[in-house]
C-alpha cells in the first residue's frame, strides 16, 4: 500500500512549523443528544447508515470545517472509527459493512462541498486501543496488538484515507503494536498518547521511554506524536517534567486534542456530568502552547464544542497575523 495524495496545504504545514487546527469532541456531543443512540460495540461509528444520526454527524463535523475556513487554518478531521476493529464489527452484526471505508467517505464528501479550503483539510483514519482506554491493565502486549489492529489499519489505508491516528492509548505495549501495523501501511502516521502530569502514560512508563522505544521498533517510525484526552495544564506539566520528558520528547510531540477539565482520567471516567471550561479560557491556555513547546497541532478532545474551537482558531489565528 503506497501513501495517499495528501493535501498539499495540509502536508506543508504538517511537515513544517505550520499551524494546524484539530477538530473538537464528536461522540461526548452525541452522546448528549436526546434523539441519538450511539451502538455500544462501535460507538458512532454506524451513524452514518442512519438519516438521523448522519445528520446529527454531519452538523458537528460541518462546525469544525466552517471554523477552519473562516480563520483559514489547516484542519485536522479524524474518521468516526474509533472502535471500528474487525472483532467490534462482527460483534455489532456489521460484518457485511465496509464501515472504515465508508466512514472515510463520508467525511471526504464533506469535505468536498467546502471547495478549495478542502485543500487544506486531512482526513486521518482514526484507531484507538482494544479495551478501555482510561485502563492501561486491558493494554495487549505488542504482538497481540500488531495482529489485532493491522485489519483496520489496512481497510482505512485502503479506502484512501490521507494520514493514520491511532489516539487515547493508555500503555506502551499497545502502543508499539499499533505503530507497527500502521507502518506496515506505507501511509504516514500519528501516535497519541494520554498523559499524566509527570510525563508518562497511564501505565507509567516516561514519555522518554514510550517515544524512544517506539521509534527503535516501528519501522518507518511515526511521523510524530501528540497528546490527546489531556487538559492543557496537564499537558505543559509532562511536557516539562525533568526525569521523564526531554528535549527529544518537546521535538516529537507536536500537538494536543485537550479536554477543558484538568482531572485525571479516573476522575473523568467516574464523572456522570460534563465539566466545561470557558471557551475563551480554553482557546488562550492551549493556543500558548505553541509558543511554549512548538505545539502546531491543536485541537479539542472531551469537554469541547464549536465554541471551543472557535475560540481557539482565533487565538491560533491571530497569532500567525502577529508572526
Excluded at 480563520?71 to 476493529?85: I, K, M, N, Q, Y
Excluded at 466545561?276 to 469541547?304: K, M, N, S, Y
Aim: glycine share 8%; net charge negative; with cysteine.
Amino acid at each position: 500500500m503506497t501513501e495517499s495524495t495528501t493535501s498539499s496545504a495540509f502536508m506543508h504545514a504538517l511537515t513544517t512549523s505550520g499551524t494546524i487546527l484539530g477538530e473538537g469532541a464528536v461522540i461526548e456531543r452525541l452522546r448528549r443528544m436526546p434523539a441519538i443512540r450511539l451502538d455500544e460495540r462501535v460507538v458512532n461509528s454506524a451513524l452514518i447508515y442512519d438519516q438521523q444520526g448522519r445528520e446529527a454527524l454531519s452538523a458537528i463535523c460541518r462546525q469544525y470545517l466552517d471554523i477552519g475556513l473562516r480563520h483559514g487554518l489547516p484542519l485536522l478531521l479524524s474518521t468516526p472509527t474509533w472502535r471500528a476493529s474487525r472483532q467490534r464489527i462482527a460483534e455489532a452484526g456489521l460484518a457485511g459493512r465496509d464501515l472504515n471505508g465508508d466512514n472515510f467517505r463520508f467525511l471526504d464528501a464533506l469535505r468536498a462541498e467546502f471547495g478549495n479550503y478542502g485543500n487544506k483539510v486531512a482526513i486521518c483514519g482514526l484507531m484507538s486501543c482494544q479495551g478501555d482506554a482510561y485502563k492501561p491493565e486491558q493494554a495487549l502486549s505488542a504482538v497481540e496488538s500488531r495482529t489485532f489492529h493491522a485489519w483496520q489499519a489496512e481497510a482505512l489505508a485502503v479506502a484512501g484515507v490521507d494520514l493514520l491516528l491511532a489516539a487515547t492509548l493508555p500503555a506502551l505495549s499497545e502502543a508499539i503494536g499499533l505503530a507497527q501495523a500502521l507502518s506496515a501501511t506505507g501511509l504516514t502516521y500519528l501516535i497519541s498518547f494520554v498523559a499524566r502530569p509527570q510525563g508518562t502514560l497511564l501505565d507509567g512508563t516516561p514519555l522518554t521511554t514510550a517515544i524512544a522505544t517506539i521509534d527503535s521498533l516501528a519501522s518507518p517510525p511515526p511521523l510524530a506524536y501528540l497528546i490527546n484526552c489531556t487538559h492543557a495544564s496537564i499537558c505543559r506539566s509532562a511536557l516539562s517534567h525533568q526525569q521523564n520528558s526531554s528535549d527529544m520528547v518537546r521535538k516529537r510531540v507536536i500537538g494536543l486534542l485537550a479536554n477543558t477539565a484538568a482531572l485525571s482520567p479516573e476522575e473523568l471516567d467516574n464523572s456522570s456530568d460534563v465539566v466545561e471550561e470557558a471557551p475563551e479560557l480554553f482557546g488562550g491556555d492551549v493556543a500558548a502552547l505553541q509558543e511554549e513547546f512548538g505545539l502546531r497541532i491543536l485541537g479539542g478532545c472531551c469537554g469541547t464544542d464549536e465554541r471551543h474551537i472557535a475560540c481557539l482558531a482565533q487565538h491560533l489565528a491571530a497569532r500567525l497575523q502577529v508572526s
